[in-house]
């Protein structure tokens, strides 16, 4: 029985290119063929076949007369045909050599006479098919023989290179390790052919450390979407909002503040400080004021004892009652929050971080990057605020919390040009442009051809995204072999939900 893949087809015309698998056989009928689909469909490659990979593909039961005679046809080991190994890995590098099964029907008159592959594959990590990232997918160094594929990391059986003769098939096979490379190694080795760098932003490094501080990005993503929690952090930025006592223009809390902007009750608003407290995203301390110069600050717990010193005139002060304001007897409690994450949110973070968290609500494997700058020799510098590898797709764009890529026309033609430019450069598969504002307003797209009117449904979203599908967003770009019907990318609407 042989299948055969036939060439690339576009469904739906707006989901890239599939290929189509067909099935034949000079011995089974049709109805036979059909149990034998079912049954491929059933393994782990058809139920990769049927998902949003990008190993997604088409199966039919087809004559032998109605295979393409110019097809490679590929033999149907049934000996290992849906074979799960399950492997070890240390982090993203596996522990050790890929195993390389030996055919259990072919037998060719000389050892190499036919050479197979084998993948290897997390669900949760799908990488790009791309060729460029041969280098970086491998733990020890040996880059022949092994590419990133939409079936996985995929591994020749024994390479192409030159052996002595007489030696057995066994001797010949690949011995190589693999490893998952981060989002950020997957995008400068992409770049890196175009000499283009990547440097992370300031509002980058914000973004990293709150996903440090949270403990993961779902966590993060899930405390800015409109609710409690989002109005707590959106209150405690904004010096001008009561409840809360503001000292160096920061704002400080009690948990009756914290309490009244969640709108629950003192305990739950207690269950959210404590978490806060384990995770360093907040602070626990006394505002005492210095009987010598009369600075008023705030004084973490873990830097007072019986006296505080003051953080302007470094003088020591006992904590006695007249160190504190009010009419308490006792000192209050008060919070503050993480100087990052301060940064972070002022600087709107949560935009990029919510369309972020939009396209992984539906996605089965989602890696991301913070903010990074693009540097070009001898071009302005590019920020771009949305890096991300969505069900093995290259996915990059722009989150604002206005209207407008740029306050001026001229200048938004010139950023749409740039960003053109490293779509091209990065071969991407979407561009994303979110906003928090209800829509965007009259933007400039000198790369679009027609716009999408379809605006998919978030429940309780209020921040709005629009995009358009590219005529040509990769033609040529590093690491991925020109499509054949000029069907590149396809551009999304996305939606996410504004903090507060």
């Known amino acids: 029985m042989n299948g055969a893949g036939a060439g690339p087809v576009r469904v739906g015309g707006t989901s890239g290119v599939w290929p189509r698998v067909l099935l034949s ?99 949760r990590t799908v990488l790009p098919a791309r060729w460029a990232l041969h280098d970086v997918i491998t733990a020890d160094g040996t880059s022949w023989g092994v590419r990133s594929s939409t079936s996985g990391i995929s591994i020749d059986s024994h390479g192409r290179i030159f052996t002595l003769s007489g030696t057995s098939l066994a001797q010949r096979l690949v011995q190589v390790r693999v490893r998952f490379p981060t989002a950020r190694e997957i995008f400068t080795t992409l770049l890196a052919g175009a000499g283009v760098t990547l440097e992370e932003s300031d509002k980058g490094r914000y973004t990293r450390r709150m996903i440090e501080l949270w403990g993961d990005f779902i966590t993060l993503a899930a405390d800015l979407m409109a609710g409690p929690v989002a109005s707590l952090l959106s209150g405690w930025i904004d010096a001008g909002k009561k409840p809360g006592r503001i000292y160096q223009e920061r704002k400080y809390l009690t948990l009756a503040d914290v309490s009244a902007m969640t709108g629950g009750s003192e305990e739950v608003a207690r269950l959210l400080l404590d978490r806060y407290l384990q995770r360093s995203i907040a602070a626990r301390g006394l505002l005492l004021t210095c009987e010598q110069c009369l600075g008023t600050a705030f004084h973490r717990l873990e830097d007072i004892g019986a006296h505080f010193r003051c953080q302007r005139c470094r003088q020591p002060n006992p904590i006695v009652r007249s160190a504190w304001k009010g009419q308490e007897l006792e000192p209050q409690w008060y919070y503050g929050l993480d100087e990052v994450a301060y940064q972070g949110l002022r600087s709107n973070i949560h935009v990029p971080v919510l369309a972020l968290g939009a396209l992984a609500q539906s996605a089965n494997s989602f890696q991301h990057m913070p903010e990074a700058v693009v540097r070009r020799e001898s071009y ?62 009259g933007l400039r797209r000198p790369w679009s051809t027609r716009r999408s009117r379809r605006r998919p449904r978030s429940p309780g979203s209020r921040t709005s995204a629009d995009a358009s599908r590219s005529r040509s967003a990769h033609p040529r770009g590093p690491g991925r072999r020109p499509c054949r019907d000029g069907a590149c990318a396809s551009w999304r609407h996305v939606r996410g939900q504004e903090a507060g």
């Open 380 to 441: 302005p510098d590019l920020e771009v605020d949305l890096w991300a590898i969505v069900d093995g797709r290259i996915v990059i764009g722009e989150a604002k919390i206005s209207d407008r890529l740029e306050p001026s026309k001229r200048k938004e033609v010139q950023r749409c040009a740039a960003l053109r430019g490293l779509i091209e450069d990065l071969s991407a598969d979407r561009f994303v442009m979110a906003t928090t504002g209800p829509a965007w307003y």
């Open 25 to 123: 056989s000079l011995t089974l009928d049709t109805d036979q063929l059909h149990e034998v689909r079912d049954w491929l469909l059933a393994t782990p490659w058809g139920r990769m076949a049927a998902s949003g990979s990008p190993g997604r593909a088409e199966v039919r039961v087809c004559a032998p007369a109605d295979l393409p005679v110019w097809r490679s046809l590929h033999l149907l080991d049934k000996a290992h045909a849906g074979d799960t190994l399950h492997e070890p890995f240390l982090g993203s590098d596996q522990a050790r050599n890929v195993e390389i099964p030996l055919p259990g029907e072919a037998v060719g008159a000389e050892p190499d006479s036919c050479r197979w592959q084998v993948d290897v594959l997390d669900p």
